[in-house]
């Protein structure tokens, strides 16, 4: 039975898109029963003032491991430097603590047949130990890895060469990511992985999905218009009002507009929205990876103006 590692940046404490996606892959890759695997999971420690300054949720302790659905994910927490920060952000030099960080951790991946990484810090600690032990490594790109970091930093495009030249295979979870994949780097292997839909993402029966509407405060006869995301630039959230307002002036019965979802441009938007005396809108800010199904079962209609989504629509 071969042995792998997977490796990979998130949070199990505020799950999101890619936890969930690598998350739903572990678990395919077990049910096999062809493989053992051990998880790594990558996530800063902040200190008040980083917390404060990078906008992160506060977590009351360091745990060993964090255990969801049978997959135990051995957490590496490293702490967030603003030195290291200021280096690789605003100088573009490699960082110094977060180099350590990998130095002083790399011995968890030896032994291993495969290394399977998901994104760029990910991709960064397969990349030295498959240099340190001689381990292959695939690693799995998602979104921002390809379309967004690379070109706002020299040194995240170099290294992100870097780890492309030495993987086994490169993963892209759409054929458009793949395509845009070819700017950073040619000539290597490329693969197209589509990330898997949960099998808890179902139509409910209308009798549930009326009561679970009922649970939200959704009135009879009431349509729902949604955003479902991190409400960052990438997104494109910026437009959303304008749509919520389009969408209001054009439909006759009654609306309820949802932003579902938590970030950085939060506090750009919501007073904007909430002031509108034209649309009911409602923030529900992160919500529980599990209560999802039973919110996008109450939604009419989603609205995904996203920059760069690489699969927006499902048939």
Same mark, same amino acid.
Request: with cysteine.
């Given at each position: ?8 940046e ?36 902040d ?107 020299? %040194?995240?495009? !170099?290294?992100?060469?870097? +780890? /492309? ?8 979870? *759409? ?53 479902v ?9 910026l437009s ?9 002036s ?23 929205m ?12 992160? %919500?529980?990876? !599990?209560?999802?199904?039973? +919110? /996008? ?8 103006? *996203? ?9």
């Open positions: 039975m071969h042995k792998i590692a997977v490796i990979f998130s949070s199990p404490f505020d799950r999101k898109g890619l936890f969930n996606a690598v998350h739903n892959r572990i678990l395919h890759l077990k049910n096999t029963g062809e493989c053992s695997i051990d998880a790594f999971c990558i996530h800063s420690w200190n008040a003032f980083t917390r404060r300054m990078r906008r992160t949720p506060h977590i009351s302790s360091r745990q060993d491991s964090v255990d969801i659905d049978g997959i135990s994910y051995r957490m590496l927490w490293y702490d967030f430097s603003i030195i290291d920060h200021i280096a690789v952000s605003k100088l573009h030099i490699p960082p110094l603590f977060f180099k350590h960080f990998i130095k002083n951790h790399l011995n968890l991946l030896s032994g291993y047949d495969l290394i399977i990484a998901h994104s760029f810090t990910g991709g960064l600690f397969a990349r030295a130990a498959s240099e340190c032990y001689d381990i292959p490594y695939i690693v799995n790109w998602h979104g921002s890895d390809i379309h967004t970091h690379p070109w706002r930093n020299s %040194l995240i495009l !170099e290294h992100t060469r870097d +780890v /492309m030249a030495g993987a086994s295979c490169n993963c892209f979870v *759409s054929s458009a990511l793949r395509n845009a994949s070819e700017k950073i780097l040619q000539g290597i292997r490329k693969e197209i992985l589509y990330n898997g839909v949960s099998e808890s993402f179902r139509t409910f029966p209308e009798e549930e999905r009326l009561a679970l509407r009922n649970c939200y405060g959704v009135k009879p006869g009431t349509k729902v218009v949604a955003f995301g991190s409400i960052v630039q990438v997104k494109n959230v959303i009002h304008p749509i919520f307002s389009t969408i209001q054009l439909y006759s019965g009654p609306l309820q507009f949802w932003m579902v979802g938590d970030g950085k441009l939060r506090g750009e938007i919501e007073p904007a909430k002031n509108d005396p034209d649309i009911d809108v409602r923030f529900w800010g992160n %919500l529980p990876a !599990e209560e999802m199904p039973s +919110v /996008m079962n109450c939604i009419d209609l989603m609205i995904l103006p *996203s920059l760069n989504e690489g699969l927006p629509r499902m048939p």
